[in-house]
């Protein structure tokens, strides 16, 4: 049985939860005072450092419902790892307690989580990391990577499609290391869960290959217990813990309990309720200080058994040593070099088909696949890098970023541009989170012809362009994939997508090293400049030579990464955009381009419409990207006619 001691410091976090919750006069009290004991029976079983907070073979938590933080925010400052300003300063600006967590803020954060099912997704994303890295460096006397990750969920996780594309996917991949948690209190803020969701969940995952333990209590003991054999099975495992939203509030048991408060009066008597002796807020007692540090202390002795075993480790697998650290350390490059391709006047995507299987013989530490659809994006491998997603493109990228977060093992994901959409929210999150990943888009405009205008992408590109610190790289032929490849896999700063078309296009191969804009084609005395990307940096070359026939020169630009392209004035300058009149043409309707009309007088050719079932050269010209009548717009816009 728990000892008093262990229960009042429990109730303890949900006081100080409370009181940071009032003092930030917004918050979600119904978690964060109803779930203690199960954050309480994580903390109390995870295996962790102070002294190596970012330690590779610690336990990870992903905090899926990140609603609750403030729970585990109470129990990290009696601890000793956050300070009592820390708590006051919940959801406060650039505070180590945002009101979801947040991983810049503070170290013993795994995951940046708030929007639900996606803290799912990532901790499936780091057991698949885990089972890669233990089959890669494990040997049979020593285990240097052997830990588990832990998400807390809550009944809105299970509603949001991510997390049910991730629970497919770990029952699939039998991911043993995981251990799902879901605190289930049965009430949401529009109603009560079940009369949303009727899912048997024991029956549920066990249809997906997982351990199931069903708690009739949220008593820890039991939860411990629980996690204590869930840790001996060889299986992922979801555990269900009843709690009570709200706990002993007013607010209990109601959706009220998810975003009610309590007044001054109502949360004296509360702590009286928990046998909190000093009612006085943000004031606790020694005792409480002195659990939570011993228990901390105590996980420290995990860290110096495993510097033990490391130690060992080196000795006897000197290479493997060497290689682990060289990843821990993010010294991981790759070099595209000696890259040769054997075909010209290909798609991009045909590019990538090269790209992967020099990767594949080039790269150990890489990971990735598609979403069912190697064979038309080209993107995959034939070993234990390739991934099998299945059509899964939102739990793809969000499974991607868990795998980052874990190792720093950086993964390429692939799919239509069009099902980007289906993405966009856990690519927002790689960008909040600055996880340079790869995304490959194919199949990028009006070109796609026949599957019609479902598969014909019109504003993918302006909604990617549009995710703050997320680099877009549309590219026109061989040399600009390799080297914006090259570019985005020694990239650490953020994510980046590679968009590529279906349709055969001109090799230029000018590009000598990566840029994001530069000149295809340049007059030193000319009379437009003509701004492209992708498959229409063609067409304005081509555009350029029927131009010539009216006297009119014109300079052609690949605009390989637009944003980057505006943001560089230098750029501009040496690119001399700004000294006539500037055309651009691009098959998507992204207004970013008009941009460029800051510096000279503006026009454009861009898609306007949804596309067509037909041959896809009918529909590119049918929209409008077509020489001639683009031939016919400039002379219109420079009055030559």
């Known amino acids: 049985m728990l000892k008093n001691k262990e229960i009042k410091f429990i109730n303890a976090s949900r006081a100080l939860a409370l009181d940071a919750i009032n003092k930030a006069e917004q918050g979600h009290i119904g978690m964060a005072l109803g779930a203690n004991e199960t954050f309480y029976s994580i903390i109390k079983t995870m295996k962790f450092s102070e002294q190596a907070p970012k330690w590779i073979d610690r336990d990870r938590f992903v905090l899926s419902a990140g609603h609750g933080s403030m729970a585990l925010y109470s129990l990290y400052h009696f601890m000793g790892l956050l300070t009592i300003e820390d708590i006051k300063n919940h959801k406060q600006f650039n505070s180590k307690t945002p009101s979801h967590p947040e991983i810049e803020k503070l170290n013993f954060i795994d995951a940046s989580t708030g929007p639900l099912g996606q803290g799912v997704a990532m901790a499936v994303g780091m057991a698949y990391s885990h089972k890669f890295l233990s089959q890669k460096f494990n040997q049979k006397d020593l285990k240097i990577i052997n830990h588990h990750i832990y998400t807390l969920c ?143 202390k105590q996980k420290n002795i995990f860290y110096t058994k495993w510097q033990k075993k490391l130690v060992n480790y080196k000795e006897k697998y000197s290479l493997l040593y060497d290689k682990l650290q060289k990843l821990l350390n993010d010294e991981i490059t790759f070099d595209l070099s000696n890259l040769k391709f054997s075909l010209t006047n290909k798609a991009t995507r045909d590019y990538a088909l090269e790209i992967s299987k020099f990767l594949q013989k080039n790269s150990e530490f890489l990971l990735g696949g598609s979403a069912d659809l190697r064979a038309a994006t080209k993107i995959g491998f034939d070993d234990e890098k390739n991934i099998k997603y299945g059509i899964r493109e939102f739990a793809m990228v969000a499974i991607n970023n868990g795998i980052y977060l874990h190792s720093k093992i950086k993964t390429i994901a692939a799919t239509f541009l069009v099902f980007s959409d289906y993405a966009k929210s856990a690519l927002r999150l790689a960008a909040l989170m600055k996880i340079p990943n790869i995304f490959v888009f194919s199949h990028d405009s009006y070109s796609v012809g026949g599957d019609g205008p479902t598969h014909q992408p019109v504003e993918q590109l302006t ?55 530069y000149f295809i084609k340049q007059n030193n005395d000319f009379d437009l400049t003509i701004l492209s990307s992708g498959s229409e940096v063609e067409l304005a070359y081509n555009i350029s030579l029927e131009l010539e026939k009216h006297n009119i020169r014109a300079n052609v630009v690949s605009v390989i990464n637009l944003k980057e392209l505006l943001e560089n004035i230098s750029l501009i300058e040496k690119l001399k955009i700004k000294e006539k009149p500037i055309f651009a043409i691009e098959a998507s309707n992204d207004t970013m381009w008009y941009k460029f009309a800051l510096y000279n007088k503006f026009s454009g050719q861009f898609a306007k419409n949804f596309g067509h079932s037909a041959p896809g050269d009918f529909v590119y010209k049918y929209n409008g990207f077509e020489k001639q009548k683009i031939k016919e717009k400039i002379l219109d816009f420079l009055n030559k006619k």
């Open 154 to 296: 809550g009944d809105g996780d299970f509603q949001e499609g991510v997390a049910l594309e991730a629970i497919q996917f770990a029952g699939s991949n039998n991911l043993d290391r995981l251990i799902l948690i879901h605190d289930y209190n049965n009430v949401q803020i529009d109603s009560k869960a079940f009369e949303v969701n009727k899912i048997n969940f024991e029956l549920y995952f066990k249809a997906h290959n997982f351990k199931t333990i069903i708690l009739k209590n949220n008593k820890p003991e039991n939860i411990i217990k629980a996690i204590k054999k869930a840790k001996s099975t060889k299986k992922a495992v979801y555990i269900q813990v009843p709690s009570h939203i709200a706990y002993k509030t007013k607010h209990q048991d109601l959706s009220s309990g998810h975003h009610g408060f309590l007044n001054h009066e109502e949360t004296i008597e509360y702590k009286k309720s928990l046998e909190i002796n000093n009612l006085r807020p943000f004031e606790y007692e020694k005792e409480y200080y002195k659990f939570g540090e011993k228990m901390l």
């Open 463 to 517: 909604m990617l362009r549009s995710i703050p610190d997320f680099e877009v790289l549309r590219v026109a032929d061989e040399t600009e994939l390799k080297h914006a490849f090259d570019y985005a896999l020694n990239n650490k700063n953020n994510p980046v997508a590679i968009i590529l078309c279906r349709q055969p296009l001109k090799s230029f191969n000018l590009q000598s090293k990566y840029t994001s804009s």
